[in-house]
Protein backbone atom coordinates (compact mmCIF):
# COMPACT_ATOMS: atom_id res chain seq x y z
CA UNK A 1 0.00 0.00 0.00
CA UNK A 2 1.45 3.68 -1.28
CA UNK A 3 2.89 5.03 1.75
CA UNK A 4 1.08 8.73 1.42
CA UNK A 5 -1.00 10.26 3.52
CA UNK A 6 -3.79 11.10 0.64
CA UNK A 7 -3.87 7.16 -0.32
CA UNK A 8 -4.06 6.11 3.10
CA UNK A 9 -6.99 8.32 4.13
CA UNK A 10 -8.95 7.04 0.63
CA UNK A 11 -8.19 3.42 1.79
CA UNK A 12 -9.70 3.67 5.21
CA UNK A 13 -12.62 5.57 4.15
CA UNK A 14 -13.27 3.10 1.21
CA UNK A 15 -12.81 0.56 3.35
CA UNK A 16 -15.44 1.80 5.88
CA UNK A 17 -17.63 1.83 3.21
CA UNK A 18 -17.79 -1.06 1.34
CA UNK A 19 -18.19 -2.69 4.64
CA UNK A 20 -21.52 -0.92 4.97
CA UNK A 21 -22.37 -1.62 1.69
CA UNK A 22 -25.14 0.65 -0.94
CA UNK A 23 -22.41 3.44 -2.41
CA UNK A 24 -21.99 3.88 -6.02
CA UNK A 25 -18.90 5.20 -7.40
CA UNK A 26 -19.95 8.92 -7.18
CA UNK A 27 -20.79 8.21 -3.36
CA UNK A 28 -17.45 6.68 -2.55
CA UNK A 29 -16.11 9.71 -4.04
CA UNK A 30 -17.93 11.97 -1.90
CA UNK A 31 -17.20 9.79 1.39
CA UNK A 32 -13.29 9.96 0.06
CA UNK A 33 -13.42 13.78 -0.74
CA UNK A 34 -15.12 15.19 2.26
CA UNK A 35 -12.50 13.51 4.63
CA UNK A 36 -9.59 14.26 2.39
CA UNK A 37 -10.72 18.05 2.60
CA UNK A 38 -11.26 17.82 6.41
CA UNK A 39 -7.79 17.18 6.59
CA UNK A 40 -6.82 19.84 4.22
CA UNK A 41 -5.72 17.66 1.45
CA UNK A 42 -6.61 18.33 -2.30
CA UNK A 43 -10.33 16.35 -3.69
CA UNK A 44 -10.55 13.61 -5.97
CA UNK A 45 -11.70 14.74 -8.89
CA UNK A 46 -11.71 11.70 -11.31
CA UNK A 47 -13.45 8.73 -10.32
CA UNK A 48 -11.05 6.45 -11.96
CA UNK A 49 -8.70 7.20 -9.03
CA UNK A 50 -12.07 5.19 -6.95
CA UNK A 51 -12.00 3.19 -8.99
CA UNK A 52 -8.18 2.36 -9.16
CA UNK A 53 -8.02 2.20 -5.59
CA UNK A 54 -10.80 -0.67 -5.49
CA UNK A 55 -8.84 -2.44 -7.75
CA UNK A 56 -5.60 -2.41 -5.68
CA UNK A 57 -7.67 -3.26 -2.32
CA UNK A 58 -8.92 -6.25 -4.57
CA UNK A 59 -5.42 -7.55 -6.14
CA UNK A 60 -3.29 -6.97 -2.53
CA UNK A 61 -6.51 -8.72 -0.63
CA UNK A 62 -6.92 -11.64 -2.51
CA UNK A 63 -9.27 -12.51 0.45
CA UNK A 64 -11.37 -9.70 -0.22
CA UNK A 65 -13.88 -9.65 -2.90
CA UNK A 66 -16.16 -6.17 -3.64
CA UNK A 67 -19.25 -7.23 -5.22
CA UNK A 68 -21.28 -4.83 -7.71
CA UNK A 69 -25.15 -4.28 -7.62
CA UNK A 70 -27.24 -3.26 -10.20
CA UNK A 71 -30.70 -1.57 -9.89
CA UNK A 72 -31.51 -0.45 -12.74
CA UNK A 73 -29.02 2.05 -14.02
CA UNK A 74 -27.72 2.34 -11.07
CA UNK A 75 -24.84 0.29 -9.50
CA UNK A 76 -23.23 0.25 -5.74
CA UNK A 77 -20.53 -1.68 -4.44
CA UNK A 78 -19.81 -3.64 -1.13
CA UNK A 79 -17.69 -5.84 0.35
CA UNK A 80 -19.20 -9.93 -0.63
CA UNK A 81 -18.44 -10.62 3.13
CA UNK A 82 -19.50 -7.41 5.03
CA UNK A 83 -16.77 -8.77 7.72
CA UNK A 84 -13.80 -8.48 5.57
CA UNK A 85 -11.54 -5.14 6.01
CA UNK A 86 -8.15 -4.18 4.36
CA UNK A 87 -7.44 -3.54 8.40
CA UNK A 88 -6.99 -5.79 11.47
CA UNK A 89 -10.04 -4.26 13.51
CA UNK A 90 -9.63 -5.58 16.71
CA UNK A 91 -13.32 -4.13 18.29
CA UNK A 92 -16.40 -5.43 16.98
CA UNK A 93 -19.02 -2.75 15.93
CA UNK A 94 -20.88 -2.76 19.67
CA UNK A 95 -17.02 -1.92 20.57
CA UNK A 96 -16.82 0.90 18.45
CA UNK A 97 -20.23 2.70 19.09
CA UNK A 98 -19.04 3.04 22.77
CA UNK A 99 -15.99 4.46 21.63
CA UNK A 100 -17.88 6.93 19.56
CA UNK A 101 -19.73 7.87 22.70
CA UNK A 102 -16.65 7.79 24.77
CA UNK A 103 -14.83 10.59 21.57
CA UNK A 104 -18.55 12.57 22.26
CA UNK A 105 -17.91 12.80 25.97
CA UNK A 106 -14.58 14.19 25.78
CA UNK A 107 -16.07 16.49 22.44
CA UNK A 108 -17.56 18.29 25.52
CA UNK A 109 -14.27 20.31 26.05
CA UNK A 110 -13.42 21.60 22.14
CA UNK A 111 -13.53 25.11 21.48
CA UNK A 112 -11.55 25.51 25.19
CA UNK A 113 -8.25 27.71 24.85
CA UNK A 114 -5.40 25.30 24.36
CA UNK A 115 -7.38 22.06 23.63
CA UNK A 116 -7.33 22.36 19.93
CA UNK A 117 -5.09 19.09 19.96
CA UNK A 118 -8.26 17.36 21.32
CA UNK A 119 -10.04 17.91 17.71
CA UNK A 120 -6.98 16.80 15.86
CA UNK A 121 -6.85 13.93 18.00
CA UNK A 122 -10.17 12.89 17.63
CA UNK A 123 -10.11 13.18 14.12
CA UNK A 124 -6.95 10.76 13.74
CA UNK A 125 -8.52 8.23 16.01
CA UNK A 126 -12.19 7.87 14.60
CA UNK A 127 -10.18 7.61 11.34
CA UNK A 128 -7.55 5.43 12.67
CA UNK A 129 -9.91 3.05 13.75
CA UNK A 130 -12.39 3.30 11.23
CA UNK A 131 -15.13 4.76 12.82
CA UNK A 132 -17.74 6.72 11.10
CA UNK A 133 -19.80 9.90 12.41
CA UNK A 134 -23.12 10.61 11.13
CA UNK A 135 -22.42 13.97 13.07
CA UNK A 136 -25.82 13.36 15.41
CA UNK A 137 -25.12 13.80 18.83
CA UNK A 138 -27.74 11.32 20.79
CA UNK A 139 -26.16 12.42 24.29
CA UNK A 140 -26.59 15.74 25.89
CA UNK A 141 -24.96 17.81 28.62
CA UNK A 142 -25.50 20.40 30.43
CA UNK A 143 -22.99 22.54 29.29
CA UNK A 144 -23.36 26.53 29.43
CA UNK A 145 -20.47 27.88 26.40
CA UNK A 146 -21.14 31.21 28.16
CA UNK A 147 -19.49 30.48 31.65
CA UNK A 148 -16.98 32.98 33.13
CA UNK A 149 -13.83 31.41 33.49
CA UNK A 150 -13.86 28.35 31.55
CA UNK A 151 -10.89 29.82 29.56
CA UNK A 152 -9.03 28.44 32.62
CA UNK A 153 -9.50 24.83 32.13
CA UNK A 154 -6.56 23.73 30.21
CA UNK A 155 -4.19 26.27 31.67
CA UNK A 156 -4.96 24.89 35.13
CA UNK A 157 -5.61 21.05 34.01
CA UNK A 158 -1.87 21.38 32.66
CA UNK A 159 -0.08 23.17 35.70
CA UNK A 160 -1.47 20.28 37.88
CA UNK A 161 -0.27 17.20 35.16
CA UNK A 162 2.93 18.96 35.00
CA UNK A 163 3.32 20.09 39.00
CA UNK A 164 3.52 24.13 38.58
CA UNK A 165 3.20 26.29 41.63
CA UNK A 166 0.60 29.03 40.51
CA UNK A 167 0.11 32.32 41.64
CA UNK A 168 -3.57 33.37 40.87
CA UNK A 169 -5.16 36.88 40.53
CA UNK A 170 -8.34 35.87 42.31
CA UNK A 171 -11.48 38.35 43.62
CA UNK A 172 -13.83 37.03 46.00
CA UNK A 173 -17.58 38.52 45.45
CA UNK A 174 -17.71 39.46 48.81
CA UNK A 175 -14.71 42.16 48.45
CA UNK A 176 -13.58 44.58 45.86
CA UNK A 177 -9.55 44.17 46.11
CA UNK A 178 -7.82 41.61 43.86
CA UNK A 179 -5.51 39.03 45.68
CA UNK A 180 -2.24 37.47 44.72
CA UNK A 181 -2.21 34.07 46.19
CA UNK A 182 0.31 31.44 45.82
CA UNK A 183 -1.23 27.69 45.14
CA UNK A 184 -0.21 24.37 44.44
CA UNK A 185 -2.42 23.09 42.33
CA UNK A 186 -4.39 19.26 42.71
CA UNK A 187 -8.03 19.16 41.34
CA UNK A 188 -10.38 20.00 39.25
CA UNK A 189 -14.19 19.74 40.20
CA UNK A 190 -17.54 20.64 38.45
CA UNK A 191 -20.53 21.46 40.93
CA UNK A 192 -23.94 23.32 40.14
CA UNK A 193 -22.37 23.93 36.57
CA UNK A 194 -19.30 25.54 37.88
CA UNK A 195 -15.68 24.61 37.97
CA UNK A 196 -13.47 24.90 41.03
CA UNK A 197 -9.59 24.67 41.69
CA UNK A 198 -8.90 22.84 44.73
CA UNK A 199 -5.01 23.24 45.56
CA UNK A 200 -2.94 23.53 48.66
CA UNK A 201 -3.12 27.43 50.15
CA UNK A 202 0.70 28.26 50.54
CA UNK A 203 -0.69 32.11 52.38
CA UNK A 204 -3.32 30.13 54.76
CA UNK A 205 -1.22 26.34 54.80
CA UNK A 206 -4.39 24.41 54.14
CA UNK A 207 -6.50 23.16 51.12
CA UNK A 208 -8.51 26.14 49.58
CA UNK A 209 -11.18 26.08 46.63
CA UNK A 210 -11.26 29.05 43.44
CA UNK A 211 -13.88 29.30 41.39
CA UNK A 212 -12.88 29.46 37.75
CA UNK A 213 -15.04 32.62 37.43
CA UNK A 214 -13.31 34.49 40.25
CA UNK A 215 -10.05 33.88 38.76
CA UNK A 216 -8.62 36.83 37.29
CA UNK A 217 -5.23 35.90 35.51
CA UNK A 218 -3.01 32.81 36.15
CA UNK A 219 0.55 32.85 36.38
CA UNK A 220 3.24 30.19 36.65
CA UNK A 221 6.25 31.01 39.44
CA UNK A 222 9.21 28.85 40.34
CA UNK A 223 9.18 29.46 44.13
CA UNK A 224 8.20 28.46 46.62
CA UNK A 225 9.26 24.52 45.31
CA UNK A 226 5.60 22.28 44.35
CA UNK A 227 4.07 20.67 47.56
CA UNK A 228 3.13 17.32 46.52
CA UNK A 229 -0.47 16.15 47.76
CA UNK A 230 0.22 13.40 49.94
CA UNK A 231 -2.73 13.71 52.42
CA UNK A 232 -5.78 13.73 50.19
CA UNK A 233 -7.62 11.56 47.97
CA UNK A 234 -9.83 14.13 46.34
CA UNK A 235 -11.27 11.11 44.63
CA UNK A 236 -12.49 9.35 47.68
CA UNK A 237 -12.74 10.77 51.10
CA UNK A 238 -12.37 14.53 50.71
CA UNK A 239 -16.46 15.21 49.39
CA UNK A 240 -17.79 11.95 51.36
CA UNK A 241 -18.75 14.38 54.29
CA UNK A 242 -20.01 17.81 52.00
CA UNK A 243 -22.30 18.58 49.33
CA UNK A 244 -20.47 20.77 47.15
CA UNK A 245 -16.76 21.64 47.27
CA UNK A 246 -16.31 23.97 50.23
CA UNK A 247 -14.89 22.74 53.50
CA UNK A 248 -15.51 24.56 56.99
CA UNK A 249 -14.98 24.31 60.16
CA UNK A 250 -18.39 22.45 60.79
CA UNK A 251 -18.50 18.83 61.97
CA UNK A 252 -20.70 16.06 60.30
CA UNK A 253 -23.84 15.74 61.84
CA UNK A 254 -27.42 14.13 61.10
CA UNK A 255 -29.37 16.62 58.84
CA UNK A 256 -33.25 15.22 59.81
CA UNK A 257 -35.57 16.89 56.53
CA UNK A 258 -39.07 16.56 56.22
CA UNK A 259 -40.19 15.98 52.35
CA UNK A 260 -43.74 16.82 51.10
CA UNK A 261 -44.78 13.56 49.51
CA UNK A 262 -45.16 14.72 45.80
CA UNK A 263 -41.86 15.87 45.67
CA UNK A 264 -39.92 12.90 47.84
CA UNK A 265 -39.48 10.80 44.20
CA UNK A 266 -37.26 13.51 43.41
CA UNK A 267 -35.39 13.29 45.63
CA UNK A 268 -35.45 9.48 45.90
CA UNK A 269 -34.04 9.05 42.77
CA UNK A 270 -31.70 12.25 42.97
CA UNK A 271 -30.22 11.78 46.18
CA UNK A 272 -29.29 15.19 48.10
CA UNK A 273 -26.40 12.25 49.34
CA UNK A 274 -25.18 9.39 49.38
CA UNK A 275 -26.19 9.04 53.02
CA UNK A 276 -29.76 9.60 52.63
CA UNK A 277 -32.07 7.31 54.19
CA UNK A 278 -35.35 7.27 55.09
CA UNK A 279 -36.27 7.52 58.93
CA UNK A 280 -39.98 7.81 58.64
CA UNK A 281 -43.08 8.06 56.29
CA UNK A 282 -46.93 8.88 57.02
CA UNK A 283 -49.88 10.31 54.70
CA UNK A 284 -48.30 13.12 53.77
CA UNK A 285 -44.67 13.22 54.09
CA UNK A 286 -41.33 11.36 54.08
CA UNK A 287 -39.02 12.44 56.54
CA UNK A 288 -35.39 11.76 55.54
CA UNK A 289 -31.73 11.99 56.90
CA UNK A 290 -28.53 12.72 55.27
CA UNK A 291 -25.22 12.80 57.62
CA UNK A 292 -22.92 15.77 56.37
CA UNK A 293 -21.22 19.33 57.35
CA UNK A 294 -23.16 22.33 56.87
CA UNK A 295 -21.46 24.54 53.96
CA UNK A 296 -23.23 27.16 52.23
CA UNK A 297 -24.11 24.65 49.20
CA UNK A 298 -26.28 22.50 51.63
CA UNK A 299 -28.62 25.57 52.43
CA UNK A 300 -28.31 26.38 48.57
CA UNK A 301 -29.76 23.08 47.92
CA UNK A 302 -32.33 22.79 50.83
CA UNK A 303 -33.06 26.33 49.46
CA UNK A 304 -34.15 25.29 46.02
CA UNK A 305 -36.54 22.64 47.36
CA UNK A 306 -39.11 25.49 48.70
CA UNK A 307 -41.93 24.66 50.41
CA UNK A 308 -41.64 20.91 49.85
CA UNK A 309 -38.98 20.25 52.41
CA UNK A 310 -38.93 21.37 56.22
CA UNK A 311 -35.57 21.16 58.20
CA UNK A 312 -36.41 19.38 61.52
CA UNK A 313 -32.44 18.66 63.15
CA UNK A 314 -30.47 20.53 64.03
CA UNK A 315 -32.34 23.35 65.54
CA UNK A 316 -29.16 25.47 64.27
CA UNK A 317 -29.59 24.57 60.49
CA UNK A 318 -32.99 25.18 61.12
CA UNK A 319 -32.91 28.28 62.06
CA UNK A 320 -30.50 29.65 59.33
CA UNK A 321 -32.72 28.43 56.79
CA UNK A 322 -35.88 30.35 58.61
CA UNK A 323 -33.67 33.29 58.77
CA UNK A 324 -32.97 33.59 55.22
CA UNK A 325 -36.78 32.45 54.09
CA UNK A 326 -38.18 35.84 55.89
CA UNK A 327 -35.07 37.70 54.45
CA UNK A 328 -36.60 36.37 50.97
CA UNK A 329 -39.91 37.41 52.36
CA UNK A 330 -39.43 40.74 53.64
CA UNK A 331 -37.28 41.74 50.15
CA UNK A 332 -40.91 40.70 48.46
CA UNK A 333 -42.71 42.76 50.81
CA UNK A 334 -40.76 45.99 49.58
CA UNK A 335 -41.84 45.61 46.50
CA UNK A 336 -44.19 48.42 45.06
CA UNK A 337 -47.05 46.69 42.98
CA UNK A 338 -47.82 49.20 39.69
Not at 206 to 225: E, G
Request: charged content about 30%; some cysteine.
Amino acid sequence: MPNTKSSDIRYKVLDRCLRRGGYSMANLRDAVNEELEFQGLSPVTALNTIRGDIRFIETTYPDIIVKETRSGRNKTYAYENPDSSIFKLQFNDEELSQLSQCMAILSQFEGMPQMDWLQSFMDRFKLSLNIESDGKQIVGFDYNPYLKGRQHFASLLTAISEKRVLSLEYKNFKQEKVDTIIVHPYFLKEYNNRWFLLGFNEDKHKISNFAFDRIISINTVSFPKYRENEEIDFNQEYFDDIIGVSHTNAEQQPIIIKVAKDTYPYIETKALHWSQSVVDRDEDSVTIKIKVAPNFELEQCLLSYGEAITIEQPVSLREKIKERINRMRNNYELVQND
